[in-house]
């Protein structure tokens, strides 16, 4: 882990989670950030089309539904932040020639959008009960004009910021598993994103822990 | 020298029961420790897997998330005059060996049951057919000597006509597609098409074999189906007060239930798929309800 500077701040907006929401899909998610909304449904192990299996792993697949139109281009790149990240955690050799498949459903944009995401997309596939080697996150920093660090920036902050940086962190070693950026930033502002992101993902994996302690807690 | 293994045993539980999918070993001591190498304590390697066995045993009960780990690790100080006993711990779903850890795959509440088995509690929709399970499926086609039913897996599974109590090449059992079967798996990892058959080993049906005239078939999640068939199951023994009926439980999560009416069928089947997520007083209160007419 690298060290924080003192000048940046580590506070994310309030977030939230439910898990198990919808009765058709195996698991379901819903994550809040601040007023970033995203519902996320996981399907698998499931059919998969002879053209799309694998032989040695399964083929997971990744939708993002914007809030109005269709998917395009913009999404698709947001799907493959995610499908990367989630293809690295789960172990897919487990179900061979099966179709993992990871729906998110924009429900309302105000900023952090590929955090809120890839947070989603993580507790929608731990409710559905597939086989992961680690969790992940997702937290985004913004460098404004003043070249301050904010993490986990509203619509409006993002549209300000010089610099919009987005990274999925891992849980057992605090580990960059990836990320996206646009804008531009100098190499020692890179470094210190991170570092303020590898803080900032520590809040979000106790608040997994927090969830899931309370899914368990009802003796059935 | 002495070795010790570390016995890793993945096995799926209905609760109390244990059939073997995967098992294998691995030295807990490196056979090729030179006996020159005098540092190379063997029992130092013996501690270590006791040791995790402490540390699971610690967390019986705790929830725990994907991620977490159980390292085998050596302690500073071994008593020389210990005995090297070989210690296993036997995992189940959830729990995976990776290296010389034993890595938390899935989310749940760790459970222990005497004297060295441990595995991952969690709620769960999808099926993930396992060797000697028995399940509720379909038959969807009919195709020369092999029927093919689908069970609520990622493939169908193949059920051959021989595998009825009492078939024949000349006596063929009497299966449509559109059939209810209740089957076990004989052939079930992630390598191969999973095979059912409708016999155990000695040839008998044992309560398996074709069913459904009547009745309806639908489906609740994996736990619920693994509570109603664990010995001593409180949901049964509730449901058992309420009218008199017929339940086959797969263990894919498809139950089957028949009454006397069809009023009494749909009562029995929307009580059990909404009494899933209940507590125990909840559930009895719901039931005690419909028994009283008042649903």
Known sequence: MMEVCGSSNVTLREFGSEQSLLSRPDGSASFIQGDTSVLAAAYGPAEVKVSKEIYDRATLEVL???????????????EQCVRETCEASLLLSLHPRSSLTLILQLIHDDGSLLSCFLNAACVALMDAGLPMSRLFCGVTCAIDADGQIITDPTAAQEKESRALMTFAIDATERRVMMSSTRGSFSVHELQQCIAVSQKASEKIFQFYRDSVRRRYSKTL | LKYSFLCVVLFTPAEGAAGCRLSFLFPVCPSDISPRNNNNNPCERSCGVSAMFSGLKDKVGEVLLPGDEFSLETEDTISLTERVKPEKVVCGPGLRR?????????????????????????????????????????????????????????????????????ATKRNRPNVQVGDLVFSQFVVANRDMEPELVCVDSSGRANGMGVFGGG?????????????????????????????????VVGMNGRLWVRSSSVQQTLVIANLLQSCDTM?????????????????
């Not at chain 2, 795959?105 to 060797?131: E, I, T």
Request: proline share 5%; charged share 20%.
């Open chain 1, 64 to 78: 993002i539904q914007p809030k109005v139109g269709l998917p395009g281009v913009r999404e698709r790149a947001q």
């Open chain 2, 98 to 166: 990776s290296g010389d850890r034993l890595l938390v795959c899935k989310s749940g509440v760790l459970r222990h049951k005497q004297p060295n088995m441990f595995w991952m509690d969690s709620q769960q929709r999808r099926y993930v057919p396992a060797k000697g399970e028995t399940i509720i499926g379909i038959v969807t086609v009919k195709s020369g000597d092999v029927f093919k039913v689908d069970f609520g897996g990622s493939e169908q599974a193949s059920l051959s006509y021989l595998a009825f109590e009492g």
């Open chain 2, 215 to 247: 009745g309806l078939l639908f489906t609740v999640s994996l736990g619920l189906a693994r509570r109603l068939l664990s010995p001593h199951s409180e949901v049964l023994s509730d449901l058992q007060t309420l009218f008199p009926c017929e339940l």
């Open chain 2, 279 to 295: 507590t125990a007083p909840q559930r009895q209160d719901l039931f005690r309800r419909a028994a009283q007419g008042a649903l």
